[in-house]
């Protein structure tokens, strides 16, 4: 079999290419999929809180009497996709997710439709675009140690300080109530950002190996 270590160095090192083919149209729709799943789905994580504390758990999503936080793996999906497609292909996987939830079904957390850009947590769905664009530009110039650690850090937060903006723009506009929008923004920005931070690390360094493979199965 040819070894692929030539076609491996571009695609490391030179970014992805533009062309639309029907593999990266189909890379598109599964990388979409793994949104959709990611948004619904929740893991049962320890908390570093002590749960009696009032402050944190307002919207924290804790099981009452216990100490497991309900972790939803978006943010880390997206730091997967972003190091797997690259900007462009990943950038337009978000869009998709985002126009499918906006325009034709409610793959969104809380629903979907045209109303949904009101929603307090639309400013960390909508910062998937500049996140996976940040992202994948960084780890274009290669997966060393430097370019992971600076790709996660400004990945993740990233979406979190766009989603923290938009929560209280929108708060103010619609002169929502104090306590909700604290509560979301505890709720998506909480500690969370601790796990998103983890398991983003971990994603970057998955996307590469499935890059590879990727590659061994297409060469």
Known sequence: MRRPEN???IFKYKGEPIKITL????MIGICTFLIV???????KMPHFLNTSSNIFNVGEGLTKNSNGYLYIPQIPVII???????????TLSVLVYITLGLFFYPIF????????????NFGYILAYIPSVFLTGTILNHGFNIKNILKAT??????????GIIYSAFIGIISSGDDLSIVGTIIKQSGW?????????LIAILM???????????MC
């Open 153 to 162: 850090i400004i990945g993740v937060l990233t979406i979190h300080f766009i």
């Open 207 to 217: 996307s590469n190996l499935a890059k590879r493979i990727l590659w061994l199965i």
């Open 37 to 43: 799943i990611a948004t619904f789905t929740q893991i």
């Open 109 to 120: 957390a809380l629903g979907g439709g045209i109303k949904y850009i009101l929603a307090y």
């Open 192 to 200: 969370k950002i601790l796990y998103d931070l983890i398991f983003s």
């Open 7 to 9: 076609q491996l160095e």
């Open 23 to 26: 593999g990266t149209i189909t």
């Open 80 to 90: 997967f996709i972003a190091g797997l497609m690259g900007r462009v292909f990943g």
